[in-house]
């Protein structure tokens, strides 16, 4: 259910709107967001607290022009 038609659009949405926010605060290197979805948990997806723990944004800053 919700807005989003799976778990792939709920990730990349966030990795979005985190990249976004990082943009707003003037952050002045290139920001690539890739939503990875299910498919790389750090915790297990049978408990609440594994689920929660797995709800992240991963920030990985590269000197500007280094990226590409």
């Given at each position: ?16 709107a ?28 049978k ?22």
């Amino acid at each position: 259910g919700g807005m989003y038609r799976s778990n792939w659009d709920l990730s990349q949405a966030r990795a979005d709107a985190a990249a976004k926010y990082l943009q707003g605060q003037g952050v002045a290197n290139e920001i690539e967001s890739i939503g990875r979805g299910h498919t790389e948990p750090v915790a297990s997806a049978k408990t609440a607290d594994g689920r929660n723990k797995n709800r992240r944004v991963e920030v990985i800053l590269y000197p500007p022009g280094t990226l590409r």
